[in-house]
C-alpha cells in the first residue's frame, strides 16, 4: 500500500515515514492537516 503526502503529494510506501515527512518537511502545515478530521470540540 502506498500512502501520499496530502500537502505536496510525495508517495510513500510506509505511513510512518510520510508522518515523519510531514513532520520534518510540513512542520507547519500539521495543523492544517488535521482540519481535514476535524473532531468535536468539547469545550
Ligand atoms: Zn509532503
Do not use: Y
Amino acid at each position: 500500500m502506498q500512502t501520499d503526502c496530502p500537502i505536496c503529494g510525495e508517495k510513500f510506501e510506509d505511513p510512518k515515514k510520510l508522518n515523519k515527512h510531514i513532520q520534518t518537511k510540513h512542520k507547519d502545515k500539521i495543523k492544517l492537516i488535521k482540519l481535514e478530521h476535524p473532531q468535536r470540540d468539547k469545550r
